[in-house]
């Protein structure tokens, strides 16, 4: 199994092809290929590369599968006895993205294959489809 440790988005993901992953909002268009440059750590069979502070040459491609927004979150702040309240909300905004393949120097190490990029696709039916479960 071959997987890396990458830093996106102000965080670090460990990141294998085939699968997608929500990550902070990225620059880029729906349908489009990404390319990430700061790869950390990468484990192929039994070798492992690991950077000081990344790994020269390596990188993982992934495409822009949607731009999205999570779960909203609600944040309460009161103070007792006081009467005072504030409620806000806030929901992220993501970027799914599909990891397509793990290269060094050239090389591809591991690459998604056809069948798991359409497995991992999600199907959205439109609204009054006719695809209710009664």
Same mark, same amino acid.
């Given at each position: 199994m071959t997987y890396?440790?990458?830093?996106i988005?102000?965080?670090?993901?460990?990141?294998?092809?085939?699968r997608?992953?929500?990550?902070?909002?990225l620059?880029?268009?729906?349908?489009?290929t990404y390319t990430i440059?700061?790869v950390?750590?990468?484990?192929?069979e039994?070798?492992v590369t690991i950077g000081?502070?990344c790994?020269e040459?390596a990188?993982?491609?992934?495409?822009i *599968?949607?731009?999205?927004r999570g779960?909203?979150?609600?944040?309460y702040k009161m103070?007792?006895k006081?009467k005072t309240?504030?409620?806000?909300?806030?929901r992220?905004?993501?970027?799914?993205? *599909?990891?397509n393949?793990i290269?060094?120097?050239?090389?591809?190490?591991a690459?998604?294959t056809e069948?798991e990029?359409?497995q991992?696709?999600?199907?959205?039916e439109p609204?009054?489809?006719?695809?209710?479960?009664?």
């Open positions: 890396a440790i990458i830093e988005g102000g965080t670090q993901l460990r990141v294998e092809p085939g997608f992953y929500d990550i902070n909002r620059e880029g268009e729906k349908d489009g440059d700061k950390l750590l990468v484990h192929h039994d070798d000081q502070p790994i040459g990188k993982v491609e992934g495409n *599968m949607t731009h999205r779960r909203k979150i609600i944040v103070r007792p006081k309240r504030k409620k806000r909300g806030h992220q905004e993501l970027t799914r993205l *599909m990891i393949s290269s060094i120097n050239g090389s591809v190490l690459q998604a069948t990029a359409v991992a696709t999600p199907v959205l609204a009054g489809s006719g695809a209710e479960v009664v």
